[in-house]
């Protein structure tokens, strides 16, 4: 019996060394962090954290947040004090990778958190086939699901079948969950049925709701689904558990740190052959990694074969070097199946007959438990505690004026001349408005009806259509058509006039020239006693209603409108335009008409107007730094000693002068503030470890210093962090 392997198992004093390694899952709004290892030959999850947010933007805050979910998954993490995690596995989402390497965008991202958190990558996993591969192996069988992620911007729909992702989608957020998750399935190839199981991930979202409002969706009116979905969120930590666990798991076989599992008797004999031929060095390369060997430090032959990225060295010190690119082998999960080894039952404790051998080792326990037990809370004295110490500094106003010339001509800056080379952007607009109008106007139709004119002359009488027919109230009417009235006959007993029929509209709309029978009509300018007309049935058909009109001011409210939300939209688009590293004038932006049309005329009878418009935008864009480096030689000789000028609190205003042909002369305008001169990371290692009222003293001598508030946590903790990364440094100015 081995006496020495007894005591290790009973008192845990001569534990076997064993390795924690980190796992970062990262997507486009939150960082979570777990601590994970390898234990009786399988990954075990230590401890995990919770989201830390961030914006998907700035670097800096991407290792802010980073920084902040490992220290929460150390203060969890319950293994043997002392070893601090140092190697990490990333969760990438499927944006940031570009087939099997990290897309070049990203990897300053990835090298500033390794370099600014001293941790050492060692692989990275894409998130969503690490959950996959994770719902694969507690689940026995290769999932069917649809797997939705869902953050208040937007969501992304992956469509799995028999455990293979088929393809993700993005779709931006709209009032409407449920029609956004439809938008992102119809882009998917139609025909198949849906799998009938929706899983939701996202730590920072409501997902009880978001699955309320997908259950109440009419799915089967919608898409192909066999019948109404199951809708389920999955845990908050399940993502990063994925990651950790499946991303550990192959990158832990390809270290020897776990057996691989041999093949089943039933595998058939030509794929055991295929899959045996070559040396296990092959095999590990597949997956990304060099056994034995720093993937930092290593620099593989190149090989046309080598399906997977070759890691890169990244520099051994602080300094970046430009053209340095972060290479990270992936870590390549087994697509169709996974094969776990049984499970083993523990090696039996030996027993010991003798009580006296049991005493000793009872006592070497407790003091080995008494050790374990000073050297975490001595861990826990150095990382647990953090500090915020607020600096309210004096700082000076500087305000200064002066002429600068942006001109697109321009190769390099000229600062004697005062002179930045600029962009001009231009672009063209387009769009569409209808308004209601706010006009009236009366329409309606004319009343009609036959007439008989009466000729008592001797002579004919030829009439136009322009002869106008006037009824005793004055209502007017035309004829229709010329018409000749015969003279009058007989003998001068009994005469008889002349007579014709003739039909007459009224010159105007209205139901009151609806006349009645037998109304006497005046014939033009002619005489009653020779010439009149009788209507012999009544007049009909006059009509008359308000109805919208479109006015001119109609259209020009309507052109102004339109004019102005092209005008909000043309910055965006024009931004699109910019060189990188310019900004763009707002001031010099400037526009022109290209065409204009209006669906109907001033006057016309319409509820609505619309316009079709097309605008001409241009502007100006500059370098930023090269304005900068010339406010900098007008200001810097103004700086009081002990204060600097900061280019990140510096904010032209721009107002045009004049412009002559390519070049612009502007008026530029800074008012910006002076802060005193402080190192942050000298006052981190000075006051880190001591009492609030030594910093005080440590600090009182910095220049313009007005106060300082030190905050710290846990707030009964007597000292400031040991470790000073943990002191956050906020300055503020009075």
């Not at 014709?500 to 006693?529: C, D």
């Not at 935008?617 to 204060?643: H, K, M, R, T, W």
Request: proline share 7%; with cysteine; net charge neutral.
């Amino acid at each position: 019996m081995e006496i020495p392997n007894l005591i290790s198992k009973i008192a845990g004093s001569k534990e076997e060394e064993r390795e924690y390694f980190l796992a970062i899952e990262i997507s486009f709004h939150a960082v979570k962090a777990a601590i994970w290892s390898v234990i009786n030959g399988k990954t075990h999850i230590i401890s995990t954290s919770s989201s830390s947010p961030w914006q998907g933007k700035e670097i800096d805050d991407l290792t802010n947040a980073s920084d902040t979910a490992i220290s929460v998954a150390i203060q969890n993490f319950k293994g043997p004090p002392g070893r601090e995690p140092k190697k990490v596995v990333f969760g990438l989402p499927e944006q940031w990778v570009d087939g099997e390497k990290i897309s070049s965008h990203y990897q300053p991202y990835l090298r500033s958190v390794c370099q600014k958190l001293e941790i050492k990558p060692i692989g990275f996993v894409v998130t969503t086939e690490a959950i996959v591969h994770h719902l694969k192996s507690t689940e026995g069988v290769p999932p069917s699901v649809i797997l939705i992620d869902v953050n208040e911007l937007n969501i992304e729909v992956a469509l799995v079948r028999l455990g293979q992702i088929v393809g993700l989608q993005k779709v931006a957020r709209s009032v409407s969950l449920g029609e956004d998750v439809e938008e992102g399935l119809t882009r998917f190839q139609a025909g198949d049925m849906l799998p009938s199981r929706i899983l939701l991930h996202d730590a920072d979202a409501d997902l009880e709701e978001a699955k309320q409002q997908l259950l109440d969706y009419p799915w089967l009116d919608k898409l192909p689904f066999l019948h109404l979905p199951k809708v389920d969120p999955l845990p908050n930590d399940f993502s990063i558990k994925s990651v950790a666990l499946s991303g550990g798991t192959e990158f832990a076989k390809t270290q020897g740190l776990i057996a691989q599992t041999p093949l089943s008797p039933k595998t058939n004999e030509k794929s055991a052959q295929s899959d045996t031929q070559g040396d296990s060095n092959s095999k590990t390369k597949d997956l990304g990694f060099i056994k034995d060997k720093d993937i930092l430090q290593f620099t593989p032959a190149p090989s046309q074969s080598d399906s997977m990225p070759q890691p890169d060295i990244l520099p051994q010190t602080q300094e970046i070097k430009p053209k340095r690119k972060l290479k990270l082998p992936r870590i390549s999960l087994p697509k169709i199946k996974f094969s776990f080894p049984f499970r083993q039952k523990p090696p039996p404790v030996p027993e010991i007959g003798n009580q006296r051998q049991k005493r000793p080792l009872f006592k070497l326990a407790l003091a080995g438990t008494a050790a374990l037990t000073a050297i975490s809370l001595a861990a826990a004295y150095y990382f647990v505690p953090k500090a915020t110490v607020t600096f309210t500094v004096e700082a000076k106003s500087i305000n200064k004026q002066l002429t600068v010339s942006i001109d697109p001509q321009l190769e390099s800056p000229d600062q004697l001349a005062k002179s930045i080379p600029g962009q001009l952007v231009e672009i063209e607009i387009s769009g569409q408005k209808t308004q209601s109008t706010t006009g009236q106007k009366t329409i309606g139709e004319p009343a009609a009806g036959e007439v008989t004119i009466y000729n008592a002359t001797p002579q004919a009488k030829t009439l136009s259509p322009a002869t106008t027919l006037t009824s005793p109230s004055g209502l007017r009417f035309t004829l229709t058509q010329e018409t000749t009235i015969a003279s009058k006959s007989g003998t001068a007993d009994l005469a008889q006039p002349g007579k014709a029929t003739v039909q007459i509209k009224a010159t105007s709309i209205g139901e009151e020239y609806n006349l009645a029978s037998e109304t006497r009509f005046r014939v033009g300018n002619l005489s009653e006693a020779d010439f009149i007309a009788k209507n012999q049935t009544a007049l009909s058909g006059g009509s008359s209603r308000k109805v919208s009109a479109i006015t001119k001011t109609d259209q020009e409210n309507l052109k102004k409108d339109l004019e102005s939300q092209l005008w909000q939209d043309s910055k965006e688009k024009l931004l699109t335009k910019v060189n990188d590293g310019n900004s763009l004038i707002d001031s010099s932006i400037s526009q022109s008409v290209v065409s204009f049309e209006y669906d109907g005329k001033a006057g016309d009878a319409a509820d609505t107007v619309s316009l079709n418009l097309v605008l001409r935008v241009s502007a100006l864009a500059f370098n930023p730094q090269a304005l900068n480096d010339i406010i900098e030689s007008e200001i810097s000789p103004s700086v009081p000693n002990g204060y600097q000028l900061t280019k990140e609190n510096l904010d032209p205003k721009f107002e045009i002068l004049k412009t002559q042909e390519d070049r612009t002369d502007f008026l530029v305008s800074i008012e910006t503030k002076l802060l005193p001169r402080i190192s942050i990371d000298q006052i981190r290692r000075d006051i880190s470890g001591k009492t609030i009222a030594q910093t005080e003293t440590i600090l009182k001598n910095l220049p313009g210093l007005v106060r300082v508030q030190v905050k710290l946590f846990p707030k009964s903790f007597p000292f400031l962090p040991l470790r000073s990364r943990n002191i956050e440094i906020i300055i503020e100015s009075n």
